[in-house]
């Protein structure tokens, strides 16, 4: 191998996703008199544009796919090279590339991403949604579907099904309330009636620029105690595209044949026993299966023993981590999910390797009030952290966990309705000691906090709740909240006033 390496590179980063071009940014801005290689294997690369940070941790930004040109032309040192890694031979320190080219490095940094877990391989009435492509291919197939399942419980079956429309969705969720991943079941139930209404006919104005492939009426409030009440996206098939991300679906109809808004129905506690076609169904014995089922291309069987027929079947249940042209001849150690372990420089257990974003599992000893989910802003900080690391390393100098580890925080929008979730904010990991306090307004707003010791340790907020800077704080303080008791929910009360 060592005699075929057409160059070596100080730095070598693989995949063009936010996790690899936010550390392409930071190794170059840190070191700009470094060779950087930057290896993708699609066409463009994934730009973190408008970045804001709202609050200590909680951040916003815009992602655009751009034409990788557009990061040479800001990084002269920055050499990108589209291809995808073959194999990865960690002794002679060196990558090859599918069109057989080798690489060496210094140091490497895997940002492949993930793939979708998706039901069955290679069932054409199976669909998975991570990319531009496979987002361009789903809304096709609905456009002439008049019933689609779908399946999975994370973030994009929750978007899916809210963004539907002119088609019924049979949705099937492995647990007890929907969004799990997310939320509880009283959120879960806030949530359900904007599934009952009609979507409102003008959509927000979408704040995030879109990115090409060529370049309810108020309830009453109240305040409840509760003693306790516990994968995030899922991506789609085409191997070599970035994950999409906030905003995926704004730029596209998802609307089916039907001229309905909403049809959804949620079957719970179930998962998929067997999918089989029109064909399959007709030689099966269960003649009644035969007439229930009506005409349809594609049959789903679920574990609730219900069998409902469809034009296709989307598969939300999660994702995989890219790990496997590294895996071969090289000793990482792989968490139970699939990610590449690292430790809190980013680095994985073969030396000079690091890896960030979804390709990874975080395996330090975490802080109480984080965790890692496979999101845009974790593959954005990971990125931005793992080239802070490796540049150091270089430099000789010490680097410390960033503080944005400290505290999980993330802004979302469901169902037309912001989110923020802060901390454990599902009382992940607490056990039985742990208490919630919970406001909620019909239509208008969820406020969740949960207490550990009399401390505030997450938070879920939906709505336009404006706490989120105040709870962040109430979190990253660990006040004794004990003497305000339900006070601390209290709408008559100003919060932000009560704790300056
Ligand atoms: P990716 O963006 O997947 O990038 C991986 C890169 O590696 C790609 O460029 C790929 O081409 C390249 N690559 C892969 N294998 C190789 C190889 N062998 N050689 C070379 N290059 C390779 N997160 C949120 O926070 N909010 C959301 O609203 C949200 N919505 C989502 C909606 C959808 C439909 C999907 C699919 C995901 C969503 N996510 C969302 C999750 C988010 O997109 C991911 O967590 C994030 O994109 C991960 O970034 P990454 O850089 O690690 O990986």
Same mark, same amino acid.
């Given at each position: 191998m060592e005699n075929k390496k057409e160059k070596t590179f100080q730095f070598v980063v693989v995949g063009g996703g936010i996790a690899?071009?936010?550390?392409?940014?930071?190794?170059?801005?840190?070191?700009?008199?470094?060779?950087?290689?930057?290896i993708t294997a699609g066409p463009h690369i994934k730009a973190v544009t408008n970045y804001k940070q709202v609050s200590r941790t909680l951040e916003e930004f815009d992602v655009e796919e751009q034409p990788s040109s557009v990061l040479e032309e800001k990084f002269p040192n920055l050499t990108i090279i589209h291809s995808a890694v073959k194999?990865?031979?960690?002794?002679?320190?060196?990558?090859?590339?599918?069109? @057989?080219?080798?690489? @060496?490095?210094?140091? +490497?940094?895997?940002?492949? @991403? #993930?793939?979708?877990? +998706?039901?069955?391989?290679? !069932?054409?009435?199976?669909? *998975?949604?991570?990319?531009?492509?496979?987002?361009?291919?789903?809304?096709?197939?609905?456009?002439? #579907?008049?019933?689609?399942?779908?399946?999975?419980?994370?973030?994009?079956?929750?978007?899916?099904?809210?963004?539907?429309? *002119?088609?019924?969705?049979?949705? #099937?969720?492995?647990?007890?309330?929907? *969004? !799990?991943?997310f939320f509880d079941a009283g959120a879960a139930q806030f949530l359900i009636p904007s599934l009952e209404a009609d979507k409102p006919q003008a959509a927000a104005p979408c704040k995030r620029p879109r990115f090409t492939t060529e370049e309810a009426a108020p309830g009453g409030s109240h305040i409840f105690t509760a003693d306790r009440s516990s994968q995030a996206y899922g991506h789609g098939p085409t191997d070599s595209g970035s994950a999409l991300g906030p905003d995926w679906h704004e730029g596209i109809a998802l609307r089916g044949a039907e001229q309905v808004s909403h049809r959804v129905s949620v079957e719970y506690q179930c998962e998929v026993e067997k999918i089989f076609t029109c064909e399959e169904l007709h030689k099966s014995p269960e003649q009644t299966l035969r007439t229930e089922c009506g005409d349809w291309p594609?049959?789903?069987?679920?574990?609730? #023993?219900?069998?409902?027929?469809?034009?296709?079947?989307?598969s939300a249940t999660g994702v995989v981590p890219n790990t496997e042209p590294f895996l071969q001849g090289n000793t990482f150690v792989v968490a139970d999910d699939g990610g590449l372990q690292v430790d809190d420089h980013m680095m994985t257990s073969e030396a000079d390797v690091y890896a960030a974003g979804d390709v990874c599992t975080a395996c330090w000893e975490?802080?109480?009030?984080?965790?890692?989910?496979r999101l845009w802003t974790q593959a954005r900080q990971m990125g931005w952290y793992a080239g802070r690391c490796m540049a150091a390393h270089i430099l000789s100098e010490p680097v410390e966990l960033d503080f944005c580890f400290?505290?999980?925080?993330?802004?979302?929008?469901?169902?037309?309705?912001?989110?923020?979730?802060?901390?454990?904010?599902n009382g992940q990991g607490l056990g039985p000691d742990h208490e919630l306090l919970v406001r909620c307004t019909k239509g208008q707003e969820y406020v969740?906090?949960?207490?550990?010791?009399?401390?505030?340790? @997450?938070?879920?907020?939906?709505?336009?709740?404006?706490?989120?800077?105040?709870?962040? !704080? +109430?979190?990253?303080?660990?006040?004794?909240?004990?003497?305000? *008791?339900?006070?601390? +929910? !209290?709408?008559?009360?100003?919060?932000?006033d009560y704790f300056d």
């Amino acid at each position: 191998m060592e005699n075929k390496k057409e160059k070596t590179f100080q730095f070598v980063v693989v995949g063009g996703g936010i996790a690899g071009v936010t550390c392409v940014e930071q190794l170059s801005s840190q070191i700009p008199s470094a060779d950087v290689a930057l290896i993708t294997a699609g066409p463009h690369i994934k730009a973190v544009t408008n970045y804001k940070q709202v609050s200590r941790t909680l951040e916003e930004f815009d992602v655009e796919e751009q034409p990788s040109s557009v990061l040479e032309e800001k990084f002269p040192n920055l050499t990108i090279i589209h291809s995808a890694v073959k194999s990865l031979h960690t002794k002679s320190h060196c990558v090859e590339t599918a069109d @057989g080219r080798v690489f @060496g490095y210094k140091k +490497l940094c895997i940002c492949s @991403g #993930a793939r979708p877990k +998706l039901l069955t391989q290679d !069932n054409p009435y199976v669909l *998975g949604i991570r990319d531009t492509d496979s987002a361009q291919e789903f809304q096709k197939r609905l456009s002439k #579907a008049k019933r689609i399942v779908i399946v999975g419980n994370g973030g994009i079956a929750l978007e899916l099904v809210y963004e539907v429309e *002119g088609c019924e969705v049979i949705w #099937a969720v492995k647990d007890k309330a929907i *969004g !799990n991943t997310f939320f509880d079941a009283g959120a879960a139930q806030f949530l359900i009636p904007s599934l009952e209404a009609d979507k409102p006919q003008a959509a927000a104005p979408c704040k995030r620029p879109r990115f090409t492939t060529e370049e309810a009426a108020p309830g009453g409030s109240h305040i409840f105690t509760a003693d306790r009440s516990s994968q995030a996206y899922g991506h789609g098939p085409t191997d070599s595209g970035s994950a999409l991300g906030p905003d995926w679906h704004e730029g596209i109809a998802l609307r089916g044949a039907e001229q309905v808004s909403h049809r959804v129905s949620v079957e719970y506690q179930c998962e998929v026993e067997k999918i089989f076609t029109c064909e399959e169904l007709h030689k099966s014995p269960e003649q009644t299966l035969r007439t229930e089922c009506g005409d349809w291309p594609v049959y789903v069987r679920l574990t609730n #023993a219900q069998t409902f027929g469809c034009d296709f079947v989307v598969s939300a249940t999660g994702v995989v981590p890219n790990t496997e042209p590294f895996l071969q001849g090289n000793t990482f150690v792989v968490a139970d999910d699939g990610g590449l372990q690292v430790d809190d420089h980013m680095m994985t257990s073969e030396a000079d390797v690091y890896a960030a974003g979804d390709v990874c599992t975080a395996c330090w000893e975490q802080s109480p009030l984080w965790q890692q989910m496979r999101l845009w802003t974790q593959a954005r900080q990971m990125g931005w952290y793992a080239g802070r690391c490796m540049a150091a390393h270089i430099l000789s100098e010490p680097v410390e966990l960033d503080f944005c580890f400290e505290l999980f925080s993330h802004i979302t929008k469901f169902f037309n309705y912001k989110v923020v979730l802060l901390g454990k904010f599902n009382g992940q990991g607490l056990g039985p000691d742990h208490e919630l306090l919970v406001r909620c307004t019909k239509g208008q707003e969820y406020v969740k906090v949960v207490l550990s010791g009399g401390r505030m340790v @997450g938070a879920v907020l939906i709505g336009e709740t404006d706490l989120e800077e105040t709870f962040e !704080n +109430l979190i990253l303080n660990q006040m004794d909240l004990t003497p305000y *008791g339900e006070e601390l +929910l !209290n709408p008559d009360i100003d919060i932000e006033d009560y704790f300056d």
